[in-house]
């Protein structure tokens, strides 16, 4: 059966260097691997926007996990559906901290709210996938 994929964004209620950071990152991690799931979750000051692919049934129990999560709220599904094949390889997690691009300057909004909902997920894909890029070629050790 073909990937399914979701992309969606809520508002983080907890500060970007908290332990409950660490308790996400290490909760997606482990579920993540297990269910086959790979993506991105992309941090912005209080701005979450996370792409998933999987197979279709991980898919839905992760995302039923995730709308329980009392660390967010205001979830809002942009895209949802099935894939030929997977856009990414692995599964990442990026913060705005300088080597990562920004949704604020992708869109052109100084301060504000970003309003993701009238974007085209497509854009907003292909800007996680080029953030996740961008970080992996960070982690990768480099040969001199
Ligand atoms: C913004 C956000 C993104 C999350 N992304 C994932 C995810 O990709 N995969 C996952 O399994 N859980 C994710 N979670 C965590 C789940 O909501 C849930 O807390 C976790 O899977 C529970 O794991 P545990 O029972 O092992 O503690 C996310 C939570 C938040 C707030």
Same mark, same amino acid.
């Given at each position: 059966?073909?990937?399914?994929?979701? $992309?969606?964004?809520?508002?983080?209620?907890? !500060?970007?260097?908290? #332990?409950?950071?660490?308790?996400?990152?290490?909760?997606?991690?482990?579920?993540?691997?297990?269910? #086959?799931?790979?993506?991105?979750?992309?941090?912005?000051?209080?701005?979450?926007?996370?792409?998933?692919? =999987? !197979?279709? =049934?991980?898919?839905?129990?992760?995302? =039923?996990?995730? =709308?329980?999560?009392?660390?967010?709220?205001?979830?809002?599904? $942009?895209?949802?559906?099935? $894939?030929?094949?997977?856009?990414? !390889?692995?599964?990442?997690?990026?913060?705005?901290?300088?080597?990562?691009?920004?949704?604020?300057?992708?869109?052109?909004?100084? %301060?504000?709210?970003?309003?993701? %909902?009238?974007?085209?997920?497509?854009? $907003?894909?292909?800007?996680?996938?080029?953030?996740?890029?961008?970080?992996?070629?960070?982690?990768?050790?480099?040969?001199?």
């Amino acid at each position: 059966m073909d990937p399914a994929y979701t $992309l969606y964004c809520s508002t983080a209620l907890f !500060p970007p260097c908290s #332990q409950e950071h660490n308790l996400l990152l290490a909760a997606c991690n482990k579920h993540n691997s297990q269910n #086959q799931i790979t993506g991105f979750l992309h941090r912005e000051h209080s701005v979450f926007l996370q792409y998933l692919e =999987g !197979p279709a =049934g991980s898919i839905q129990e992760t995302m =039923g996990r995730i =709308g329980r999560d009392r660390r967010h709220k205001d979830l809002q599904i $942009l895209a949802s559906g099935y $894939l030929e094949k997977r856009y990414l !390889p692995d599964w990442q997690m990026g913060f705005v901290d300088g080597s990562q691009l920004s949704l604020h300057s992708l869109l052109e909004v100084n %301060k504000g709210e970003l309003n993701l %909902k009238s974007q085209d997920p497509f854009d $907003l894909v292909v800007f996680l996938a080029a953030n996740a890029d961008n970080l992996r070629r960070h982690l990768e050790p480099r040969f001199a």
